[in-house]
């Protein structure tokens, strides 16, 4: 209420400035007969329905218009806070995701090295299975070969004595006679006989 008995204050107060210009002007003129006595007459009317329409006009909206601004200020307001709470929320989001990221990369990266380590050292075991391996066909190479050579050097023995058996046959079928061969018989027979 006060704010609109300022208003028409200062409403009032224009509207008399008005008038005394418009009168001093009329009176600077020299007072040029009546035609200029109805214009100010004409004047002063319009100015008094001017202040009177200003100031209905201002009756009738101002509180439409002070709800406006106010209303207005408040959406401002309200928006700016909103705004300021999703920057806020965004930074927020922005540095969670940005340190689980982060975390991640540092996830990703110890993998990498423990399945790195897991190569290197399944690498080494499968050397180390192929080198087993190796020994143990190197073994059963040599254990074949040795038994190889035995069997080759039985079988070399068996035939010597075979063949040493055949040439004392034959020594023996051509240098020994039937009488030779009767006392051999003989001292054959006469050692066994005296073992027992």
Known sequence: MNHL????????????LILLLEFAAYASGGGEGAKDGNQLSNFIWKTVDFIVLVGLLYWMLAEKIKEFFVGRRKDIKESLEKSAQQKADAEKKYREYS????????????????IK??????????????????????????ARIEQELKKAS??????????????????????????????MVREYMDKVVNEN
């Open 5 to 16: 008995f300022s208003l028409v204050k200062r409403t009032l107060f224009f509207a008399i």
């Open 99 to 114: 340190e689980k990221l982060d975390k991640a990369s540092a996830e990703i990266d110890g993998i990498f090295e423990m």
């Open 117 to 142: 380590a897991q190569g290197v050292a399944e690498k080494q075991k499968i050397i180390e299975d192929a080198g087993k391996v190796a020994g143990k066909i190197k073994e059963d190479a040599q």
């Open 154 to 183: 039985d079988q070399l023995r068996t035939e010597a004595v075979q063949l040493s058996v055949q040439m004392a046959e034959e020594i023996l079928k051509r240098n020994i006679t039937a009488k030779d061969h009767e006392a």
